[in-house]
């Protein structure tokens, strides 16, 4: 991490395997066994392709210290991944990549973003505007159960 303020700007295809681990390291701040992050590895995985569409994010100091990725086609999108290095926790990333991620929503006609929260981050998303619709399957854990959750895209301006 550098002094220099983060910058959010789309992922490159060749940051895809870079964001992907930094999910599995931020997942694993949670305190999840290895066992748990394996089991979650494919769902999130970022692929070069998805960079490629440029609806992943990247917070940027000269180094990438978290992204954002979004899903979906208008009115309702999905809010797919939000992920911050841990060591770089508690510094506002996560609000920063929240904002870039609902412009770029609003900017593609999207008035919601659905998403299905770890429940050690359901706090955060209520602070940003999300709220609890609901409760979902976890995609990886069978038996897991995520809170799902909703945040309104304000009008482009």
Do not use: N
Not at 8 to 30: N, T
Not at 128 to 150: T, Y
């Amino acid at each position: 991490m550098s002094d220099r303020p983060p910058v959010v700007r789309p992922a490159r295809p060749d940051e895809a395997a870079l964001v992907s681990d930094l999910a599995l390291r931020s997942k694993g701040h949670w305190g999840y066994d290895a066992a748990f992050l394996e089991a979650c590895r494919e769902e999130l995985t970022v692929s070069p392709q998805w960079c490629e569409a440029g609806t992943v994010l990247v917070a940027d100091d000269g180094s990438v210290l978290g992204f954002v990725a979004i899903a979906g086609e208008p009115p309702d999108g999905e809010l797919a991944h939000l992920f911050v290095e841990p060591e770089a926790m508690g510094r506002g990333l996560g609000g920063l990549l929240t904002r870039a991620a609902l412009d770029l929503a609003a900017d593609l006609g999207m008035r919601r973003l659905h998403l299905d929260a770890d429940p050690h981050a359901e706090t955060f998303y209520r602070r940003v505007g999300a709220e609890r619709v609901g409760e979902s399957p976890s995609g990886s854990i069978p038996g897991r159960v995520l809170p799902k959750m909703v945040l309104a895209v304000p009008a482009p301006g």
